[in-house]
């Protein structure tokens, strides 16, 4: 049988891919994704910059990814499902049960196989014919065709020691690894990266890592997390949900006009989220915790007389990324007085208009917390999965403002507003000193890339 090997374009014509799938209902993930693509397109390297769709299903593109194809960014359909299928279980927010986690189990298993028999004969377009179906070799061809893969920014290399974490990271790692065995050139922009704690995930990270051409951190405790692994030093640059430029701050006054009236009040905007504490004995504790801890923030803000607004910084696409679920639920212990609830699908640019027009934010979800901070808003940040919040917070010298969902308490919380509110102006004066570092960083940036990959 005669072999076909798939040939890259000339490089005249070069195109590239940010991975890993957009979804268009995680605001931070689709920030990163529109920011990854005005970023590469800015170095002038490429004729075409591809986007990889989160879709398993043509419905499930569309609601993932409408306002991508909204904006004009060509997508290709992703390769490599979630072990759920798109079968998230409404009831099951923080903990799934024994058979869920048994059945994800069996097909992740399934898709090992497969994926790592299909990185292997990525080259060869005849025995991945043989073997998968059109749209999947359409999207290796893709691939293949590329000049260099882009992981977009953000914070998902990591693994807290559960069972899962040899799969999770391996599935993480897919697309880096599937480019390297095309031959790609593959750049990491600014990620945070870390813990790396479970069975194999060093080894994974180490072998995936050494072949890329570019590995960029957005905070000093990932890249030292990251260059300990590694063995050598991580570049640090901003996330790139600092570049995001928002809808005109008319717009966002306009919505909160809807909402509100003409309001008098200073608003304070609260993010929340449903968070499993990954490889901690007691999820629910943990979580009831978090969420009464909170409440008791809203009640402290009620009596202070601000107005407090609720935001969906994330709709999807499963029950754990869906903020409504954590808002329903505090919501039910809350007044209807006590706060306003602006429930709604915006999109990243429109979203950072409305928080450019609060007077404080305390986010959960952390780039409801970078929209916040760079449109000068002063900001608490409740910090989870690995090492992004508290780091970026540190390089920022606002390090005071972090708390980890581990360890927030009520009375911290609220101590740790009262310590904002006073030191309001020089926390502002902080943020507006750093506006000229960014545009400097993001040139930056740009040139490094444009340095790796020649």
């Known amino acids: 049988m005669r072999i076909e090997v798939l040939q890259s374009k000339n490089q005249n014509n070069m195109n590239a891919i940010i991975v890993p799938g957009v979804t268009d209902l995680n605001k931070g993930d689709q920030a ?11 170095t002038g390297m490429f004729e075409t910059v591809y986007v990889l769709s989160n879709g398993d299903t043509p419905e499930e593109e569309h609601q993932l990814c409408f306002q991508t194809k909204q904006k004009g960014i060509p997508l290709i359909q992703n390769i490599i499902k979630h072990p759920r299928r798109g079968k998230h279980i409404q009831d099951k927010v923080i903990q799934e049960g024994k058979i869920d986690f048994v059945k994800q189990v069996a097909t992740a298993g399934f898709d090992y196989l497969s994926r790592s028999f299909l990185i292997k004969f990525a080259k060869k377009t005849a025995v ?6 059109d749209k ?4 290796v061809q ?16 990591h693994a807290h020691g559960e069972k899962t974490a040899p799969y999770v990271i391996w599935y993480l790692l897919f697309y880096v690894n599937l480019a390297k065995a095309l031959g790609k050139k593959v750049v990491f922009l600014p990620n945070s990266y870390g813990p790396f704690e479970g069975l194999t995930v060093e080894k994974q990270v180490r072998d995936a890592f050494k072949k890329m051409e570019l590995k960029l951190a957005r905070e000093h405790i990932s890249a030292n997390a990251l260059g300990g692994l590694l063995g050598e030093e991580i570049k640090v640059l901003p996330d790139l949900g600092f570049y995001l430029m928002p809808k005109e701050k008319a717009y966002g006054k306009q919505v909160l006009n809807k909402y509100l ?19 901690l004995a007691n999820p629910e504790a943990l979580y009831e915790k978090y969420i009464s801890s909170v409440e008791t923030l809203v009640h402290h803000l009620v009596s202070r007389n601000y107005q407090v607004l609720f935001f969906n910084q994330s709709m999807g696409p499963n029950t754990h990324e869906d903020d409504r679920n954590a808002i329903q639920h505090l919501s039910e212990r809350l007044n209807p007085s006590d706060y306003v609830w602006i429930n709604e699908n915006f999109t990243c640019e429109e979203l950072k208009s409305i928080y450019s027009n609060l007077d404080f934010f ?11 901070m760079t449109s000068g808003v002063p ?7 690995g090492n992004k919040g508290r780091g970026i917070m540190r390089d920022f010298d606002l390090e005071e403002f972090v708390v980890h969902i581990n360890d927030v308490e009520p009375t911290k919380l609220v101590a740790m507003f009262d310590q904002l509110e006073k030191k309001e102006e020089s926390v502002r004066s902080t943020l507006e000193s750093k506006s000229d570092f960014l545009s400097v960083k993001r040139n930056e940036t740009i040139n490094l890339i444009k340095g790796s990959i020649r």
């Open 32 to 42: 990163l994704v529109w920011e990854s693509v005005r970023l590469v397109q800015d």
């Open 128 to 133: 991945l014919k043989l073997f998968f179906s």
């Open 379 to 385: 900001s608490l940040a409740i910090a989870y999965g």
């Open 136 to 139: 999947v070799v359409e999207t």
């Open 261 to 279: 009236g003409e309001y008098k009040k200073r608003t304070v905007g609260i993010t929340i989220r449903p968070w499993r504490f990954p490889g």
């Open 142 to 157: 893709t691939f293949a065709n590329a000049h260099t893969v882009f992981v977009k920014g953000g914070g998902f290399i």
């Open 362 to 372: 305390v986010g959960t979800r952390f780039h409801s917390v970078i929209f916040s």
